[in-house]
Structures are given as C-alpha cells and as structure tokens.
C-alpha cells in the first residue's frame, strides 16, 4: 500500500508544474490574443489564473494526509511541516480545508461577474473581487482556527499512535509520533466546522446557479437584438462555467464515496482518506485548459502555434494564416486585405 503515499506526493508535484505553465501560457494568451469583445471579461481571467496558481502551491506546499479510524482524524502535512516542534504542524487540515474553499468559490465569482457585466450592464472591479474573496477567506480562516484548536500532536497520547500504526499503510511509516495531530470527531470544534464547510459550500453552488440561471434567461430574451459573435462569445463562456464546475461537484460527492467504502470493506488497512483532496491538485491544471479550449481566439491562437501557422492580430479579433499563405500575401500587396472571420 506504500504505492499510495508516494503517488499522492508525485500527483502534488506534477499538478502543481503542470499549473504553472498552463496558466502562464493562458495569461500570455489572455495579454496578447484577447479580442476587444472579450475585453471586458480579461479582468475576471486574469483573476481566475492568479487563483488557480496560487491554490495550487497552497495544496502543494500543504500536501495535506489525512486518515480517520475509529472517530478520530489523524492529519499530517508536506515535509516542510515535519518536527514534534513545529508550532503549526497540527495546522495542516484547517490550511487545506481554508485553500479548498477559494479554489471552489472562483467558479461563482466568474458567475457573479458575468451576471453584472450581462445584465446590470455593470463592471465589477478588481478591488470588489477581491473583497467578496477576502471575506470568504477571512471567515474561513476564523473558523478554521477553531477546528484546529481541536487537534493534539500524537506524540502527546501513545494510545493514539497505536490506534495509527495498526494500519498497515502507515505502519512502516517513519517519525509518526512527531508528525501526526489528531482530532476527535465527536467534538463541538469539528462538527461547527463541518457546518461551516457545507454552508459554504453550498452557498457557492447557489450564487453560481442563480446568477448563471439570470444570465441564460437575458440571454433568451436578447437573443433577437444579438449579434452572432456576442452570442458566440456568451455560448463559450457559458460551456466554460459548466466545464469548471464538474471537478468541485465531483471532490464535494468524494468525500461521501470514501466514508461509505471504509464503513463497508471487511478489513480497512488504511489511505483511502489521502485521496480526499486529490481533485483539488487537478483543478487548477483543468481550469486553463478548459479556458483555453472553450474560447474561441485562445483555442485557435493554440492550435496555429501547434501547427506553426503565423498568427496576423487586426484592430478586432486576432486571426491566423499558415506561413505559405502569408509569402503568396505580398505578391498581392496593392489589393484590400481583409481579416479573416472566425
């Protein structure tokens, strides 16, 4: 069972590559290849790339392990919080449960957004973004202290240690005593937090559902007085919006699959909760692909540097030829070249 801790650390590592360079490339994209049509939603893009960045080097630097056996939850973090005298070794859980939360909420907010820029024909700033984000987090990081006040090192309690150690992934695990905290379940601490965690969670869903719902019914109604490209364009941010939501549904359905599987195996020999964050490492590196793949400009900018076509940007949308194309466009220099529509 060894093979599980070390493909969680490897998928912690990877993901968190993989992020950078995919959202570096999407905010070149976003910089140089963003029509004037999509100006308005550059601000939100830009936002949302700077989230998933900074989310995926919060999980990665957290590398939370999490185990629960016998209504007692067992965390241990990265490397970088190993020692008996870490003072916030026990943090790990809280930290994890306090990045989770800004990864899912940058789906609503994109919603949140849209809804006043469709609809309210109004712009939200960046410092308004931020300030919806920074209560989230502030709140969760309130609650977050509280829940860890819960948790003891288990170096403190050798029962505890035994209770860990007599499952078989982590028997042959090194410096369990100066790594690991604990929490009981049964706790007013941990049940509050739960509280809090569905709350938000929940509440996410719901600001994306109704200001998504208010979007598409405008959208209806302004179908006639629309232009192809506006309703292109409000199509591919549409997709885009239900592409990103499948990860977070999927991860808050996770933790439901993982308690019923160890109720249920005959014998439980321990890992399956370290699986629990997992789709959060993956979030951030879909994220960007599906931006890439949903919009039109950055899919079509993608796909000429892939194919080495030259890239021709005009006064509205960006374009693309192929390089022999471009060679055969000077022979007919005293002709009006117009840009090619897409």
Known sequence: MWWMLVTYELTAYVTCFLSIILNGYLFYLICKHTSIAMKPYSKILL??????????????????KIESVQNIIFSRGGPLWFGSTHPLKCFTVPAAGTVAIVCYWSTPLQSLYRYFLVCRKTVLSVYKTIAIQSGVIIISI?????????????????????????????????????????????????TLYCIFMITVINLGFVVLILSFWRVYKYLEAS?????????????????????????????????????????????????????????????????????ISCVHHYRYT??????RKKIVVSSENTTVKNIQGAQSESKRASLPVFAMRH
């Open 302 to 307: 993608t796909e000429c540097i892939l194919w």
């Open 223 to 291: 179908r006639s007085i629309m232009s192809t490209k506006t309703r292109r364009i409000h199509l591919e941010f549409s997709r885009r919006t239900l592409y990103q939501t499948i990860l977070p549904g999927i991860s808050a359905i996770l933790i439901v699959v993982i308690v019923v599987c160890v109720q249920f195996l005959p014998s439980y020999e321990g890992g399956l909760y370290v699986f629990l964050f997992t789709p959060y490492y993956f979030n951030s590196v879909l994220n960007p692909l599906i931006t």
């Open 47 to 64: 936002q949302t790339v700077i989230t998933d960045v900074v989310t995926s080097l919060a999980f990665t630097f957290v590398q939370m």
């Open 142 to 190: 309130a609650v977050s202290t509280y829940f860890y006040l819960a948790f003891q090192p288990i170096s403190d309690n050798i029962e505890k240690f035994q209770v860990l150690d007599s499952l078989p992934i982590w028997a042959n695990e090194t410096d369990n005593p100066s790594n690991f905290c604990f929490a009981y379940i049964n706790t007013t601490n941990v």
